[in-house]
């Protein structure tokens, strides 16, 4: 039997992303699950830039402090303190906190399986 406590503020962000993103997953080996945590500041996106959509990949996006918004080619979601997004396989999304937000956001974003499928999404 296996088991991790991880404090994320003793993880070190993931270099090159638009926000602090600190990796639970990498941090405890998990390889079917992906966990992280953000920290994103008013403008910044989490973690791509632009559209996009996964293949394969479920995500949902648990907003523990502030506000996120994620935008669709449809609609662009508000999601409250206390709410979760969900973006399912195909589904062309982008995260994000507004520029003119006041606060910074933290979100849990959780994603599987754990794959590298996302892909840039053009209307």
Request: a negative charge; zero cysteines; hydrophobic letters at 35%.
């Amino acid at each position: 039997m296996v088991y991790h406590v991880i404090d994320p503020a003793a993880l070190d962000p993931i270099p090159d992303r638009p926000s602090d993103t600190r990796s639970i997953s990498d941090a405890a080996g998990l390889t079917q699950l992906g966990m992280r945590l953000y920290h994103v500041d008013p403008g910044e996106d989490i973690p791509l830039s632009g559209l996009h959509y996964h293949d394969q990949q479920e995500e949902a996006f648990y907003v523990v402090d502030g506000e996120l918004r994620v935008e669709t080619p449809d609609e662009e979601y508000v999601v409250a303190t206390g709410e979760v997004f969900v973006a399912e396989p195909k589904s062309p999304h982008r995260a994000f906190v507004a520029a003119d937000a006041t606060e910074t956001a933290t979100v849990v974003a959780v994603g599987a399986p754990s794959v590298d499928d996302a892909h840039r999404y053009e209307s």
